[in-house]
């Protein structure tokens, strides 16, 4: 197929699914028919779409361990909209972690508070707010917050053009992080939720200024 027009392409892949589904017995999983037929995942997942909406195959079913990937989200969302789920999540993942987290656990959120001289500053970020989620001892929110994460990261979802944060933004971050981990550290739920909830606030604004300069968010 490689080489050949697009239109004439696709054509050609639905037909090979559809030989496949006459052989009898069920179609493989998408990773192992996209190696075997040596396409893309987006012009497979077009493909059995087509098929799907005429009826020749089964829908996808939703819902089995494994099913959701970053990769099937990133097309729907966008920076801000990764932000505002993460406002709504991690406050309460801060409250639980309060509650939960083990002594061994919340060392590793205060340690992880403060960025080390020389750490790249996105990776102590990503490993903060990771350890919180450990912390708040719930495996599917830390899944689903681990899943919203690699969203982000993704660049075709991150903003362009970062550049390593300033000393000042990041004396900032890690004041705010830093009065989060003091509250898990104190076993005090409300302040740590409240931390957390100014601490992702700033976030939304330092996204939505990136975005569109002199806006600021909702």
Do not use: W
């Not at 801060?94 to 060392?107: N, Y």
């Not at 899943?147 to 390593?164: E, S």
Request: aromatic fraction near 0%; charge should be positive.
């Amino acid at each position: 197929m490689k080489g050949s027009d697009p239109a004439e392409a696709d054509s050609a892949l639905v037909a090979t699914i559809r030989s496949i589904v006459a052989s009898g017995g069920p179609l493989p999983a998408e990773r192992v028919l996209a190696e075997r037929l040596a396409v893309k995942r987006h012009r497979l997942r077009s493909a059995l779409e087509l098929l799907r909406n005429a009826g020749e195959i089964e829908p996808a079913r939703p819902g089995r361990r494994g099913s959701l990937r970053s990769d099937d989200l990133v097309p729907l969302t966008n920076p801000v909209e990764v932000t505002e789920l993460r406002l709504l999540l991690e406050p309460g993942l801060a409250r639980l972690a309060a509650v939960r987290a083990s002594p061994v656990e919340v060392a590793r959120v205060l340690r992880a508070a403060t960025t080390p001289s020389g750490e790249g500053a996105g990776k102590v970020d990503l490993a903060f707010h990771l350890a919180v989620a450990a912390a708040a001892r719930n495996a599917l929110a830390a899944e689903l917050y681990a899943l919203v994460r690699r969203v982000g990261r993704d660049v075709r979802v991150a903003i362009a053009g970062r550049t390593a944060a300033c000393p000042n933004a990041l004396r900032q971050r890690d004041a705010e992080h830093q009065a989060v981990a003091r509250a898990i550290a104190a076993r005090d739920p409300d302040a740590a939720e409240s931390a957390m909830r100014t601490h992702m606030l700033a976030v939304q604004r330092r996204v939505v200024e990136r975005l569109s300069p002199g806006l600021t968010a909702a």
